[in-house]
């Protein structure tokens, strides 16, 4: 019987059931693992995944299946699935052990790409509120772009592609907040070095306009005419319809400013990137 890899199954939302008639037909709790051949064991872990949902109870087959036939097809089809089962049970660091033991013993196999990518998946899940430590943001970043990197033309690169940028602009949204933070107390030095940072290291997220034009703020109550204004115009000329853009060119109207590059600021020096479309 063709076995159909799990990174397959995953992807494709559905986990195989095929021949469920057949798949240990007088599997009991109280008969012994023993006296069922591998794929039995395994198509009972899978059946129990796809209709019970409970992948604790699952993952009990598939480990058995490594433990009673070691060393075969099956046995490494079920650590593949025992990865997956544990994720599915929100238990990370046990789906990231799994899959790193498949890497360790079929680091060729087909289905290397997936168990990398659950790694990957492990970690991004985790990732909390964004009040939380980021510490596993970056792991989820750096993990992802192994599967980018490793497997560059895989289905799983290119979701990783999308869940990088996800994780990326939630680094972001981090620094806003405590920016935020530091600008609402008139703390307008430590809220200048977060807004900073999104504009030179998270140019590409949804928070760079509003970074920006918190940058506007904190100049402006520091008396900094001159990169209030040079921000003001970086922030025009990417984000001329943004709301944000209408907040800073009144703030800059009120003092009888107006958004233009001025001085030999950092933010200038990015506003002469930017003309010469070496930036954003």
Request: proline letters at 3%; a negative charge.
């Amino acid at each position: 019987m063709a076995v159909v890899t799990a990174g397959a199954r995953v992807l494709g939302a559905m986990l195989l059931a095929a021949t469920v008639s057949a798949c240990a037909p007088g599997a009991t709790r109280d008969a012994p693992m023993e006296s069922y051949t591998a794929e039995e064991l395994y198509k009972r872990g899978e059946l129990i995944l796809e209709g019970d949902g409970k992948p604790k109870e699952a993952l009990r087959y598939f480990e058995e299946v490594e433990r009673i036939y070691p060393y075969t097809e099956w046995a490494k089809r079920a650590l593949i699935m025992q990865a997956f089962s544990h994720h599915k049970a929100k238990e990370y660091e046990e789906a990231r052990v799994a899959a790193q033991r498949f890497l360790d013993f079929y680091p060729a196999d087909e289905d290397a790409a997936y168990a990398l990518y659950l790694m990957a998946l492990s970690y991004y899940d985790q990732i909390e509120a964004v009040g939380r430590d980021q510490g596993l943001t970056f792991q989820a970043l750096q993990s992802m772009r192994d599967v980018i990197e490793t497997y560059p033309d895989s289905d799983y690169a290119r979701s990783a592609i999308l869940k990088f940028e996800l994780a990326f602009d939630h680094l972001a949204a981090k620094e806003m907040e405590i920016g935020r933070y530091y600008l609402k107390r008139g703390n307008y030095t430590a809220a200048i070095n977060r807004f900073r940072t999104v504009v030179q290291d998270f140019q590409t997220t949804t928070h760079t306009a509003e970074a920006l034009h918190r940058l506007v703020e904190c100049y402006l109550a520091l008396g900094l005419r001159d990169e209030a204004q040079t921000a003001g115009a970086i922030l025009g000329y990417n984000y001329q319809s943004s709301p944000f853009y209408q907040d800073s060119f009144n703030l800059l109207k009120k003092q009888g400013l107006e958004p233009e590059a001025k001085g030999n600021s950092w933010l200038a020096s990015i506003y002469r990137q930017m003309i010469k479309g070496e930036w954003l």
